[in-house]
C-alpha cells in the first residue's frame, strides 16, 4: 500500500491548515456530493467538483448512479445500489467529515432513503443542499415517479436549501409556475 504525501501547511485565514490531502481546505469547507456521474464533465458529480474545487473547496463523493450520456442526451442509466451509496457516503463522513452535503441525481426511492438514513445515523448535522434533479436538459428522466414521494417525505424535511429548477419546482408543488408570485407560491408550498 503507497504511503499517504506528507502535508505541509499554510495559512488561510489566520489558520494553519494542511496545503496537501482530504483535509487542506478544511478551512474553506468540505463538500460530500451524493450524485450521478455525468461522463462529459458537463453535469453531475464531475461538474460539482470543478465548482466546489474552483471556490476553494474540497470535494468528496458518493456516486448514485452511472449514465452513458453527453450533450445529445442520455442513453443509459445504472442505479447505483442504496447500500453501496450508503457506504460511500459512511466512508467519506466517519474520515475527512463534511461541512455541507449536496445532493445532486438520486434516481429513485431506495437510494433517497439510503441517503437519509446515512446522514441521521452519521449524526451529519450541517447544511443539506437538494438540487432535486428530475430531467436532463435533453429532456432525459433522471428521477423515477416513485422517487418524488420519497423526496418530498424524507429528504425535503431535512434539507437547509432547495434548488429546483421551475419544472422541478413544479413537480415539487403540483400546480403550474409561470410568474413571480407563481415562485413565490411554489417556494412555500415546496
Known amino acids: 500500500m503507497p504511503s499517504k504525501p506528507k502535508a505541509s501547511l499554510s495559512t488561510v485565514a489566520g489558520r494553519a491548515t494542511p496545503k496537501a490531502g482530504p483535509r487542506a481546505n478544511k478551512a474553506l469547507g468540505r ?37 452513458v450520456q453527453n450533450t445529445l442526451g442520455v442513453t443509459d442509466i445504472k442505479a447505483v445500489a442504496g447500500a453501496f451509496v ?23 426511492a431506495a437510494i433517497i432513503r439510503a441517503v437519509v438514513k446515512t446522514i ?6 450541517g447544511p443539506v443542499i437538494v438540487d432535486p434533479v428530475m430531467v436532463a436538459t435533453s429532456g432525459d428522466v433522471l428521477l423515477k415517479k ?5 423526496l418530498k417525505k424524507d429528504l425535503l424535511p431535512i434539507t437547509s436549501l432547495l434548488t ?12 403550474p409556475v409561470k410568474t413571480g408570485a407563481d415562485i413565490l407560491k411554489a417556494g412555500k408550498a415546496i
Open 86 to 108: 450508503a457506504a460511500q457516503m459512511d466512508a467519506v463522513l466517519s474520515d475527512i467529515g463534511a461541512d455541507a452535503l449536496k445532493t445532486g441525481m438520486l434516481f429513485n
Open 120 to 125: 441521521k445515523r452519521a449524526g451529519y448535522a
Open 31 to 67: 463538500v460530500l456530493v451524493v450524485a450521478g456521474s455525468d461522463p462529459s464533465g458537463g453535469a453531475g458529480v464531475q461538474a460539482d467538483i470543478k465548482t466546489i474545487t474552483a471556490l476553494g473547496g474540497y470535494a468528496a463523493t458518493a456516486i448514485t448512479a452511472l449514465t
Open 164 to 175: 429546483p429548477n421551475i419544472p422541478e419546482a413544479e413537480a415539487l408543488c403540483g400546480f
Open 146 to 150: 416513485d422517487a418524488i414521494t420519497a
